[in-house]
């Protein structure tokens, strides 16, 4: 029988969907953020927290997982509050 798909979405460097990750903070499931465009990264994320003064946090990409973890814990409340807005969630 021949293969009806001889191409692998792995090999076709063409993107057929946008590339999104899960965002967390300090373990906690915030939200997607989708990168719409090439020029987009997920590093993104933390010039925006940047940006607005959050300057105490490890980021890591870890699959399609973007774990961000607060170094001062009582800012985890006020940058998840960043990332609804940044996220489109509220």
Do not use: C, W
């Not at 293969?3 to 993107?15: F, H």
């Not at 020029?39 to 997982?65: M, R, T, W």
């Amino acid at each position: 029988m021949p293969d009806l798909y001889p191409y692998s979405a792995e090999a076709d460097p063409i993107k057929n969907e946008h590339d999104s990750y899960n965002v967390y903070v300090n373990d906690n499931y915030i939200g997607n953020k989708i990168l719409f465009s090439q020029k987009e990264n997920i590093q993104d994320v933390s010039d925006y927290l940047n940006n607005k003064g959050f300057y105490n946090f490890q980021a890591e990409v870890e699959g399609d997982h973007y774990r961000l973890q607060m170094t001062e814990l009582d800012q985890g409340e006020l940058v998840i509050d960043e990332l609804h807005s940044y996220l489109g969630l509220h």
